[in-house]
């Protein structure tokens, strides 16, 4: 029985109840549908999402390819070190600040690192990309041991901030091998462009063999996926099972390919200290492969000082030092060659039946041509002169006369024959190709073509070449023809030691000269060394017989080296001096090419640098054979070579 | 015994409301549980603790007729006004607003029972009010009264700052204003008026910076971490949930802290993460069941009063239930508002379960005279 006290009243409110419910069921309906959205409709993308926020993919780093000397002597391998990362999206605020304090505090940064990872952070904070905040960025590499351990132990009140190992690079070979092997620095973002592969932090070969084969030894990063809370806290062992399926959890790193280099560390070692000058370069290459057994253009840079913390005052210091130490003088300085061209002109003039080996030039201490004169090294003349005495005497007017016959462009032919003038395909990085003028690319107010050819003949005016470029050179005209492309490579191997690639001697070219006319300048340079009056007489091994060619090559002009003080200007205006040696004698091996930039005489700066090293690379053979290192088989399959060469 | 409770009486108990608020706290607990399953209290049992007491608190109230709460009308406004201003001096500064009072040990959220001192005191001025009954209807100016018992507490909670609770309280107000004879006419030019007048506002007026700025002071907690950061979070728990959801206490977006405020005001989304669509459809099936029992009752109360108070509960649970989970899932921006019985917090869950009680009263006594 209904009985009501105001009835109107709920009369009045009934039908507004009915409305209000209508509404309330409207209003459920409208989040069930909106529910509906979310869950079903993009559900699939908001359970991706949701997986994304709690995975955070920590690299493994691969391990870099070590190189090696041709006996397997490690040259550069990785040593253990840390890196500190920071991932911005899980310190904001003033959790940042705090973080960045103590890192200051623990790393000793300085205030403009801390712009730097400010600039960082802020970069990767406001960038569109929303995931790009969970991206790690490089705070500090390769950090000393105890900081190492502070950081550690400050590990929990910092969650974003990683210790990642990272393998550092250690060049444990010769200094004197910087421009050999290069040096790693970290890679700017335009290469991260590039390259999607690399990552802010990692580095990337620069120059040498690190960064010409750079893809071989890089190997490929794996990745860890870990789960981490909010707070980039990482889950206890339990959870992480239980939301990374196990195939996802580790992909492993595959570490780089090792290189075997055609480098002998021990010559290379020999070689540099042989070497006396302050700057300059050696090639020593095997004659029958074109193989490269050492290396030096010194002054070098330190690739552990390169590829470490270095300051930009160091940096300015070696970019602004006159002897240049960032330039490989072995494969990209042109020198004149001087008196070590006179074996190109030799062999112009043999072939050109201009002379032969008997014929006569008379030195009287001069030679005109017009109105000048160019003088030889020994006033008085040399009298009467034979190819062979030319080159031991190194006479100067024989060949003016001589090239002077030869003309400019068969001198030219005979150069860029022998590997002048043109790259000679070392695969090292950039090569410079010298300079081999013929009539086509002399002008006339630069002089008249005969003169061009006289200056030509004795490696002086417009003649540059390369060290290298004489080595290969030399190496023709001591193996009986071949003009290789030489090489630094032996050969690429696996982590596990199988050979993936090997390189073989490659010939450029043969040379297509008379067998007797290369015998007769190799006389001749057997005579410079080995008979009493030959300008390298003096650096003669007691039981070795080696051939070779001094050189003291002018140099004209100062430049802009003229603001140097008066003892460096001095320095600088000083004469190449350059010996191109072959040994032994007969059946050559190897060819050693010395120029020591500034050096003065090719006779006494130059030539004893070559003699030693010449007597260092048979002392090794002698030791090496003795200790029976199978390795040293390994090496250098001479005879085969020769058989893919012809 | 007129004001008494009979054995014969309880079969009048509105019993599907009964175990509709029953299974909602479970189920709330039993959520909290899985919500706060790495924190060091067992958040879910202090909560059951508060139910067991606002249950018990129900349990009392059955025995009391409503009616005596229009004697208790003026003097609980005050006191909750009081218990306001006590907050304004004397309250506990969270997250840059003061909220809380201290009572006895007892951290006290009095803006939670200013809202039912206000169901009350309105039901009290409707039913007493003659205005009404004279013109036959109410115009807009005839309820200047009404308006001013309103905007003092919603004034003293935005002052807080809580723009959650203080526009839930207004909207609950103005929920029963809109059951008294106003004029369809009048009201409709009543939120027309005002929604253009703060659209045109907020529009026009305000610069993009001022509007962040008035967001930021009103509710400082929900823009700390930069505006918008929780509502992603909360959809994306919520729509990862799918159709079943990842099951109890393995939501990744709760159990890892990604969500904000999981316990509280993001509630919701951890059940709708580890329940799924399913799940969520069922809770608001129980929501939307409450709130029509609650509206059954008020169309069904023996007196305008009861019939009042019984609205004003019914517009309680629909507001917060509403904007709760309508913030919770991006279709309403975020403001601080809890999820009935579900949300953790003393307070809360006390004034609820009085709620319950009301209409339990409302319902129970709807035969006498």
Redesign the interface.
């Known amino acids: ?6 009835f ?3 009369r ?3 039908p ?3 409305l ?2 209508l509404i ?2 409207c ?2 309906l ?3 549908v ?3 959205q ?3 409709l ?6 991706n ?3 994304a ?2 995975r955070k993919s920590l690299f493994v780093p691969a391990d870099r390819g070590l190189i090696k000397d041709r006996r397997g002597h490690t040259l550069v391998d990785n040593r253990p070190s840390f890196d500190v990362f920071m991932t911005p999206a899980f310190c ?2 003033k959790e940042r600040d705090e973080v960045l304090t103590k890192l200051r505090e623990f790393l000793h940064l300085t205030p403009e690192d801390l712009d730097r990872i400010r600039a960082d952070y802020q970069k990767s904070w406001l960038s569109k990309d929303r995931l790009e905040r969970f991206k790690p960025f490089l705070v500090a590499l390769d950090i000393p041991r105890d900081q190492v351990d502070v950081l550690e132990g400050h590990k929990t009140e910092m969650s974003c901030v990683n210790l990642i190992p990272t393998p550092h690079r250690a060049y444990r070979g010769s200094p004197s091998l910087g421009h050999v092997v290069g040096y790693m620095s970290e890679v700017t973002p335009d290469e991260m462009e590039q390259y999607e592969e690399y990552r802010r932090g990692q580095t990337i070969g620069r120059r040498g063999i690190e960064r010409r084969w750079e893809r071989e030894l890089r190997g490929a990063d794996g990745k860890q996926n870990i ?5 980039g806290r990482e ?1 206890d062992k339990d959870a992480q099972e239980a ?1 990374i399926p196990e195939g996802e959890r580790l992909v492993p790193a595959t570490p780089g390919n090792n290189l075997v280099l055609t480098i002998d560390e021990r010559l290379q070692k020999a070689a540099d200290a042989a070497f006396p000058g302050r700057a300059g370069a050696v090639v020593v290459m095997e004659v029958k492969t074109g193989y490269v057994l050492a290396m030096i253009s010194r002054p070098s840079f330190d690739p552990n000082m390169m590829s470490g913390r270095i300051s930009r005052a160091q940096l300015k210091e070696l970019s602004e030092d006159p002897l240049k130490p960032m330039l490989n003088r072995v494969m990209n300085e042109n020198y004149h060659p001087g008196s070590t061209f006179k074996v190109v002109t030799s062999l112009a003039g043999l072939e050109n039946s201009i002379v032969t080996p008997g014929s006569g030039i008379s030195c009287n201490g001069g030679y005109t041509m017009g109105n000048h004169r160019w003088r030889c090294d020994k006033p008085s003349g040399h009298g009467l002169m034979d190819l062979r005495r030319a080159l031991q005497f190194s006479c100067d007017v024989y060949y003016y006369s001589l090239g002077d016959k030869v003309g400019l462009d068969a001198l030219s032919d005979m150069a860029h024959r022998l590997g002048f003038g043109q790259p000679t395909g070392f695969d090292l990085g950039r090569e410079i190709p010298g300079i081999i003028p013929d009539s086509k690319s002399v002008t006339p107010e630069s002089g008249s073509l005969r003169a061009h050819a006289i200056n030509a003949s004795i490696g002086q005016g417009e003649i540059n070449v390369t060290p290298l470029q004489q080595a290969v050179a030399y190496a023709a005209i001591a193996n009986g023809g071949t003009v290789w492309k030489p090489q630094i490579v032996r050969r690429i191997e696996s982590p596990d030691g199988k050979i993936t690639r090997e390189f073989l001697p490659e010939a450029a070219r043969t040379l297509g000269v008379k067998d007797t006319s290369l015998a007769t300048v190799r006389g001749g340079l057997v005579a410079v060394v080995n008979e009493p009056g030959g300008t390298a007489y003096r650096s003669r091994l007691p039981d070795l017989q080696f051939a070779g060619k001094t050189g003291t090559a002018q140099v004209m002009k100062l430049g802009q080296k003229q603001k140097l003080d008066p003892s460096a200007q001095q320095y600088f205006s000083r004469d190449h001096a350059w010996f191109a040696s072959f040994a032994p004698a007969q059946d050559p091996e190897i060819v050693v090419v010395v120029l020591n930039e500034h050096g003065g005489w090719g006779a006494e700066a130059a030539a004893p640098a070559a003699s030693k090293t010449i007597e260092a690379y048979f002392r090794i053979k002698r030791e090496e054979a003795a200790e029976d290192v199978p390795a040293a088989q390994a090496a250098a399959p001479v005879s085969s070579a020769a058989v893919v060469t012809q | 015994m007129a004001y008494g409770v009979t054995e014969k009486k309880l079969d009048h108990l509105h019993w599907p409301l009964v175990l509709c608020t029953l299974i909602i706290c479970t189920l709330g607990v039993w959520n909290l549980a899985s919500a706060t399953k790495n924190a060091p209290v067992l958040m879910a049992l202090v909560q059951a603790r508060w139910m067991g007491v606002g249950l018990l608190a129900v349990a009392v109230l059955l025995f009391i007729d409503y009616r005596w709460l229009q004697t208790l009308a003026w003097p609980g406004y005050f006191a909750a006004l009081a218990l306001l201003a006590g907050v304004a001096f004397a309250g506990k500064k969270v997250l840059g607003a003061r909220r809380w009072l201290s009572l006895g040990g007892m951290q006290v959220q009095p803006s939670e029972f200013v809202k039912l001192a206000v169901i009350v005191v309105l039901a009290r001025w409707f039913t007493r009010d003659e205005t009404g009954a004279r013109k036959g209807h109410y115009g807009i100016f005839d309820l200047w009264r009404p308006f001013l018992l309103i905007l003092v507490p919603v004034a003293l909670v935005m002052k807080q700052p809580d723009l959650g609770t203080a526009l839930v309280t207004f909207a609950i107000a103005m929920t029963m204003v809109m059951f008294a004879k106003v004029k369809w006419r009048d009201l409709i030019i009543m939120f027309a008026g005002g929604g253009v007048a703060s659209v045109m506002a907020w529009k026009k007026v305000l610069k993009d910076y001022q509007k962040q700025r008035v967001l930021t002071f009103l509710d400082p907690g929900a823009y700390a971490h930069g505006a918008g950061y929780h509502s992603i979070q909360s959809q994306i728990a919520v729509g990862s949930g799918q159709w079943g959801g990842k099951g109890w206490g393995e939501g990744t977006q709760n159990q890892l802290a990604f969500l904000p405020e999981q316990h509280t005001d993001f509630i919701f989304s951890v059940w709708a993460e580890e329940h799924g669509f399913m799940g969520s459809v069922i809770l608001i099936g129980l929501y939307a069941f409450l709130v029509l029992a609650a509206l059954d009752v008020a169309a069904n109360a023996r007196d305008k009063f009861g019939s009042f108070l019984a609205l004003g509960i019914s517009a309680l649970f629909f507001w917060h239930a509403f904007i709760n989970m309508g913030m919770v899932t991006g279709v309403m921006p975020v403001v601080g508002v809890p999820l009935p019985l579900f949300s953790y917090g003393g307070s809360s869950v006390v004034a609820d379960m009085l709620g319950i009680g009301i209409l339990l009263n409302v319902s129970l006594r709807r035969f006498m005279f």
Do not use: H, P, T, W
């Open positions: 029985m209904l009985v009501r006290r105001d109107d009243d709920i009045e409110i009934r507004r109840a009915a209000g419910a309330v069921v209003a459920m409208v989040l069930v909106r529910l509906y979310l869950q079903i993009r559900g699939e993308d908001y359970f999402q949701s997986i926020n709690f904001k605020g789960a981490v809370d909010a707070k889950l939301l």
